[in-house]
């Protein structure tokens, strides 16, 4: 809110409205320095600063003039980076940190807090998220399901923004959401300034990871902003095209099995039988990991983003104001991603495998041989997504009189996360494959870990061309998947601030009314069997499929020689699938794997006291509030039949039954929190600032966790008659916010106009974590093809045959004396066809469709271990952040520092036991950034390196709880401009000038989880202000 104390607007009240712009909602307190006489215009020294350092000045003016600890980047600061979207502008303030997708930032971490736990607002209106990507198939890192409440900064170029602050500390008058921060995004507004301003941007972009799109890419932006009748009227318009065309390679290991080794010399037991030769074993009861494949990926990007923003402004008296908005931003994303995938064999397959010297032992080298050649896979992936957020607004600020101003702010938003692709997909999947491996090699602890195949295409009963190559003749089908997954979230805010005047201090209160609706849905991924999981009909697909060197496409890492891999259209494929094989789904499925909706109706009130004084001779500003809210939530879910097929050994896997309609369930819950805040700030001398907080926050749960169902049915990767555990998921629609107890202390420095120092600890005490409990229970009365009378039997058979007793043979044998009758099984073995245990049988079941095995009611009740969060934790946050901004001079030089101590009371446990779940703090790193600065003349110049060390990002990852942590990172961007005139200016740009690379592991780091192998980006352009 701008406190326009007096109804005359004069040249300083202008001044400082330029300089601070208008918050709704959202006053900024300045220092009261007492004067002896009036100020007039005459008596103000007019220095005319422009370019890097008035935006520093500025938002150096924000933190030294706020109460609290606030931090802010300004326009110029913002333009001048070469960021992709706001959230890599973000980076460069003290304690926020960034994630990232593709080498492009994306969410928001503040002092450790990750996106679902920091409030995002628009000119001071929450604002609504949706992020869904890849159907949430969960085939790689980059996949989400579009349960969080996380904003995506993507969606947002920095290039309209002007000017981002950051409330570390709470405010009764900022809405609640924020225990990291309240991140509040300010547009330019045409009565701010009264002033004429356009300008239009041109850039052209080449990404030097693009494979397929366009070498150079356009970006294009542009604003225009005027003020009509003296002041009366305004008009603001602003609007930006980016497209971006890019790629990666990367590798991935799809999970990680963790166990307990023992002695016991079983063929059942993956290295650690009579036939494996083992080097350098792990203790008797030592932990050791088993990875169950690796695989590398390629991906081909094309992001087109389009914002935009209309304001008109009307102030028909000095003392009224009236302010309609309306914001659009739209970004639409399209990919190919293919892979080369070697799933690891168990048992007699295994022949050497050698362990490292990590506490929970890896393997550093595999070899398996095969009695039966295997498949390599070469799946090919289609993904697009369109997010797209609208929100409208009105604001209405009346200055009754000299003491008294009220502001009526009312706005509609609203987000939409969906899939648009082909087949109404968010992702089209066609698995590939060639069956002629023999025999492989694994070499592990590197940075990528690296594969030797051995290939035989001569193999008759695999139907390869037999030509001694490894070509596409080779490549037959396997498993198609059709997924859709979207979000829509709603929001509608009313809120209604007063400000009264109280000579030395201001009383501020008001009420909010906010309604927030969200429901995520995911359609049923079911698999769709052709060639099926053993890969069937090599060569089906002619010249649709083409060679790719993927293991050669690394830039940064080096794979061995003689792999192979093949790109080819999924679009394609699958059109041509629907006539290799009558009958298949020419669509989404329309069973949903679940449909949840979130509601919340939140009533709040709030006071503040702002009062200055003395203490010592040293002036002080104080500032406390307190804020009532309540929170009424109702959770509904349309919950759908499920069932387990089982498919080969150990796939079994969850389909919806689209035969049994979904039924609908429902529970409310709601909440009430009172939460005080208070901001001392004692001014030491002219230039020493001192800053107390204490304030209560809180952040509600992840939509996520919110709904009224199961999910993510696991088989558990075998039988339960054979000791595999089915897992499932549920929620918990009566979790309540997680609520902080947060103290700041620090120490400003502001030793020359552009230049100061700061330093400060903060603290947060956080209860009502949320956590995990694990119950065993069944679940929608999902029974257990793999434990029932029918598995028992087929038991007894094996072993009264002789075979080996494990998942492979129990399923064979199970299948044969289901299927006797079945034509196929006729035609290939006769009438009464008996299992003989031969690897010709199995092949045969796998290959084939139709072989299936369900449960029926015979069958009990499937037991899972059910993961469900809870309300069962708390933790502490403390840390430390120091910043320093300096201009040497006139010399042009400059400098920004600033590093960020980030640490928890709770940590994962790398040894812990793989079958317990664990809470631990996610998102806790150190960060740092330097910036060398040049401006002088017409030249300006920066280099911004960025820093986040190794943080823990996800806990309970897979079917052994594993952690998966993101290695530290770090990024140069350059930036040089060049101004030929006032109005023209021309720039270049480099964006990760040094290729820098993402990396990921799990219990140790010879446990890749993801490896991404980046490059810069190069930008120039040219920049008009009229």
Sequence with gaps: MENRKKFSRTALAKAVSLLLGSTAGMPLYAQQAPQTEAVTPADVEIIQVRGVRSSMQEAADIKRNSMG???????????????TNLAESLQRITGVSISRTNGEGSEVTVRGFGGDNNMVTLNGRTMPSATTYGAGSGADGTTRGGSARAFDFSNLASESIRAVEVYKTGKANIATGGIGATLNVKTARPLDTEETVASVGLKAVHDTTNRTGNDVTPEISGIFSHALDNGKFGVSLSASHQRRDSGYTGATVNDWQVDYWDDIADADRSWNNADTEVINAPQQGQLYARPNDIRYAFSNTRRERDN????????????????????????????HRGEVGNWMQTGSNTKVVEFDNNLVKTPSYIQETYASAVDEGYEQQWREQTNTLKSAGLNLEYLVNDALTLMLDAHSSEMFSRGTGPRGSGELAVGLGAPIVTSREWFFGANLPTYQNVYDDTIPEKGANAN??????????????????????KIKQLKLDGMYELGDGRFDFGVEMRKMESRSIQTAGNNIALGNWNVGNPGEFGDLIQPFDLPGEFDDYSARPGGYGFIADPRALYTAALDLYPGIPTGVESSLSYDNIVEEDTKAVYFQVALGGELGGMPFDVLTGLRYEKTKSKSSSLVSQVYFSWEDNNDIIAYVDSTVPPEPANAENDYDYLLPSLDVTLHLSDDLVSRFSYSKTIA???????????????????????????????????????????????????????????????QKNVINFIGSRQVDQPLLGIRDVTGGPRAIAAAQAVRDAGFPLDDTYLFAMMAFNEFRNHPDMIARYGANPQFTGTQEQIDFLASNPGFDLRATDADPEMV???????????????????????FFGESGFGVQANYTIVRGDVGFNNNADPGESQFALIGLSDTANLIGIYEK??????????????????????????????????????????????????????LNLTGENSRSHARNEAMLWYLTDLGPRYQIGVRYDF
């Design 69 to 83: 600890v606030v931090d802010a980047i300004s326009a110029e600061d913002i333009g001048k980076f070469p960021d």
């Design 308 to 335: 935009a923003q209309l304001t008109l402004q009307f102030r028909p008296v000095d003392n009224f104001t009236a302010t309609a908005d309306y914001t659009f931003a739209e970004n639409n994303l399209v990919e």
């Design 468 to 489: 001694g190559m490894v070509d596409a003749g080779d490549v037959g089908s396997s498993i198609a998947r059709i997924r859709n997954a979207s979000q829509e979230s």
């Design 700 to 762: 509600r749960a992840g939509l996520g966790s919110l709904g009224v169902s199961a999910s993510n049915f696991g088989g558990g990767g075998g039988s339960t008659l054979l000791g595999a555990q089915p897992t499932a998921d549920a929620s918990n629609p009566g979790l309540l916010p997680l609520e902080s107890s947060n103290f700041d202390l620090s120490l400003e420095w502001y030793y020359n106009p552009f230049s100061y120092m700061s330093a400060g600890v903060f």
């Design 864 to 886: 899972f271990r059910t993961s469900t969060p809870d309300n069962n934790r708390e933790a502490k946050i403390y840390g430390a952040e120091f910043a320093i901004q300096h």
């Design 937 to 990: 003349d017409s030249w300006q110049a920066r280099v911004a390196w960025n820093w986040r060390d190794k943080y823990l990002a996800e806990v309970n990852k897979g079917g052994s709880n594993n952690p998966r942590y993101e290695e530290a990172y770090w990024q140069i961007d350059v930036n040089v401009s060049y101004d030929i005139n006032p109005q023209l200016t021309v720039f270049a740009e480099v």
